[in-house]
């Protein structure tokens, strides 16, 4: 059968697919400077130091999503919705008074940690150190607000401005000092990598946000707006950051529950094949990223035919790559593990696993982005959410006995089934088809 694209959607997909293009020749450079960074790290840093930095960089990127307090999805659906509606000025206050939320919640956050771990202190076993935690908290505010300034100019259908500084800028500074201190004798411990990266991802963001503002776009923080955009929002703002913060602990839960039981050598495994296997997603999140903005605009327009076909690539575009990678890794993943160090070789079957449920992710496209932009946002908490947490118990009571197998299974199997849940849910209850199916209900559509 043979699909073709009517006309009145064909500038729309190639407008998408070309911007996405852009987004994602950025997130390869992003994912490659990335991995040179990991590289860079283990092979400069002991394994136990490794896995330091890898255990605080999974707890502080989790706690920077609690920081954000919502408002990185939240301004991209603000932005559309409001400016859909006519109103300007407010969808500006809206982007001025995230900042600020985002700030604050950073700082709060920041706080309770350097107090949890000042109280668990005494508990440390002899030897053991907490600074990996307060390095941790110490990146909490430069990543919370480096998400939440690329969500706000992507809103405004800025990309390069968005993506460029923490993207590519910051993680060409990284490895590049690392290897600059190292060539002058100086090792850096897990904590110092940690707190090096929070010292030049702020640098980024200070120049991101001059940028911006030269560009007219909003950007400033602004605390006039805070008071009267917390109270007409804030329940948006609350299932918003629940929905974030589920994600990102799918994302890092792993690495951290490896690293409290079992040991830090592990965390560091098991943190090299997820963050490996994340490869998978780079055209997925990069089509996302683009389309996010787009869905709400159709979406909140009663546009739902647009709103289909830009799924509908998204879901395409993201399997194919995803596909092409998986098989890459089944054929190289040894030698690619590799790279990281002779005790990081092992992690293929690591690597395979939770590959798969990357996989299965990009054969239901965008679900996630469909519902929040969307205003389910409600039911992806309660069903990705509880399967996840459900994932997580089990994997609390299986690492004990059967170690990363066991987790890099159970998150394999949770992610496959809140998939499954979440586009059946679009499919049922919004009308979009997010899957690769969502391709044969476009032409289904009234134009």
């Known amino acids: 059968m043979r699909l073709t ?46 896995g330091h930095f890898a255990f605080g960089l999974a707890l502080a990127t989790v ?32 982007i001025a008074a995230g900042s600020i939320l985002t700030l604050g919640g950073s700082v709060a956050v920041s706080a309770l940690l350097c107090l949890a771990t000042i109280a668990y202190l005494p508990f440390l076993p002899q030897g053991g150190t907490a600074n990996h935690f307060f390095a941790a908290a110490i990146i909490i505010l430069p990543l919370a607000l480096a998400e939440y300034n690329s969500s706000a100019l992507r809103a405004q259908d800025s990309l390069w401005t968005a993506l460029l500084p923490r993207d590519i800028f910051w993680r060409l500074a ?29 640098a980024v963001l ?50 951290i529950l490896v690293g409290l039981m079992l040991d830090l050598e592990s965390a560091g495994l098991y943190f090299n094949a997820f963050r490996t296997a994340g490869l998978m997603t780079l055209f997925t999140f990069a089509i996302e990223l683009v389309i996010a903005p787009m869905v709400a605009k159709h979406y909140h327009e009663g546009n739902r035919r647009k709103a289909q076909a830009i799924t509908a690539l998204c879901a395409w575009a993201g399997f194919v790559f995803s596909l092409f990678i998986f098989l890459g890794f089944a054929i190289f993943g040894d030698e690619l593990l590799g790279l990281f160090g002779a005790s990081y070789e092992q992690g293929w079957l690591i690597l395979m696993l939770l590959s798969f449920g990357l996989l299965f992710d990009a054969m239901t496209g965008p679900s996630k982005i469909v519902m929040m932009m969307t205003g389910h946002e409600r039911a992806y908490v309660f069903l990705f959410g509880g399967i996840t947490l459900i994932g997580i118990a089990v994997q609390i009571a299986i690492i004990p006995s059967f170690g990363i197998v066991g987790a890099a299974i159970v998150n394999m199997a949770s ?33």
């Open 206 to 255: 200070a120049l991101q946000m001059a940028l911006a503002n030269r560009r007219n776009y909003a950007i400033l923080p602004a605390f006039g707006a805070v008071a009267p955009h917390w109270r007409r929002w804030r329940g948006l703002s609350l299932w918003l950051l629940l929905g974030a913060l589920i994600e990102t602990i799918a994302l890092n839960a792993d690495v």
């Open 63 to 94: 706690l920077a999503i609690l920081a954000g307090v919502g408002q990185p999805m939240a301004v991209m659906r603000l932005w559309a919705e409001l400016r859909g509606k006519g109103e300007d000025a407010a969808a500006r206050s809206a």
């Open 415 to 447: 992610r496959i089934l809140a998939q499954m849940a979440i586009a059946l849910w679009c499919r049922l209850r919004i009308g979009l088809d997010t899957s690769l199916l969502g391709i044969f209900i476009v032409p289904q559509l009234p134009a």
């Open 5 to 50: 694209i009517p006309n009145d959607l064909s500038g729309l997909l190639k407008a998408g697919l070309w911007r996405s293009i852009g987004s994602l020749g950025i997130k390869v450079a992003t994912a490659g400077l990335t991995y040179l960074t990991y590289v860079v790290l283990s092979r400069t840093q002991t394994p136990d130091e490794y």
């Open 174 to 202: 990284l490895p590049g000092s690392v290897l600059l201190l190292f060539a002058f004798g100086v090792v850096l411990s897990g904590p110092d990598a940690l707190a090096l990266s929070a010292i030049l991802l702020l």
